[in-house]
């Protein structure tokens, strides 16, 4: 079995100028999901970027950095394109992909390791952390709370997928499990609001002990 730890990071944003290297918390948003990935018993995790800033600051932080290129930054390129372009760049077959989106910082400890072994358990063809949201009709509609369903929400902050999956063109396959995840881990970063929330959930881990600051280095 081999495990390729990737950690899309392009230089383009819209909603948040620049996010994947902004300063949260007292490190540039990717550090700490490369943090948390070199916490993990996984291999040393990969950024995949077109971004030379992005990839120095993957590099001081301990992570291996793969040049992808401009056309698979672009807004419209998917996360799928970005792996299948990951995995084919590697010296030898890759039997599992473990994404980590920058996104999503706030990783309780193990976590990434629990998302891993219980793919394997099952034998999966992926597995993804999120929470479940209720799902409520349109305003006007009336409707009791306890009639309302729930649905699960993927967050993006671990997914492990077979890279048989990219070969059959889908990400997740179809036996897709999922893990539950704490609120404070469930914040994806997608605009500024989100941005300060993430920030504030850090300083709360970080004052609370459950979260550590990334260090640089190997």
Not at 70 to 93: C, G, M, Y
Not at 154 to 169: E, F, T, W
């Amino acid at each position: 079995m081999s495990t390729l730890v990737i950690i899309p990071a392009r230089g383009g944003s819209k909603g948040v100028p620049r996010k994947n290297i902004r300063p949260i918390a007292g490190h540039p948003l990717l550090a700490w999901t490369i943090a948390a990935a070199k916490k993990s018993s996984l291999p040393r995790p990969v950024v995949s970027t077109e971004d030379a800033q992005i990839a120095s600051i993957a590099r001081l932080y301990g992570a291996e950095v793969l040049e992808r290129p401009n056309a698979l930054a672009e807004d419209n390129t998917t996360t799928r394109d970005v792996l299948v372009h990951a995995v084919s760049t590697r010296p030898i077959e890759i039997t599992e992909v473990i994404l980590l989106q920058a996104t999503s910082p706030i990783r309780r400890p193990g976590l990434i390791d629990r998302v891993v072994e219980a793919f394997r358990a099952d034998d999966w063809d992926s597995m993804a952390t999120g929470s479940l949201q209720l799902q409520y009709p349109p305003h006007g509609v009336e409707h009791r709370r306890q009639d309302i369903k729930s649905v699960f929400i993927n967050d993006g902050s671990v997914i492990a997928l077979k890279s048989q999956n990219l070969r059959n063109n889908t990400l997740f396959g179809r036996r897709a499990g999922t893990l539950l995840t704490s609120r404070e881990e469930n914040v994806d970063i997608d605009e500024a609001f989100d941005f300060w929330l993430a920030e504030k959930v850090l300083e709360k881990a970080l004052a609370e002990g459950w979260m550590s600051p990334p260090e640089e280095g190997p």
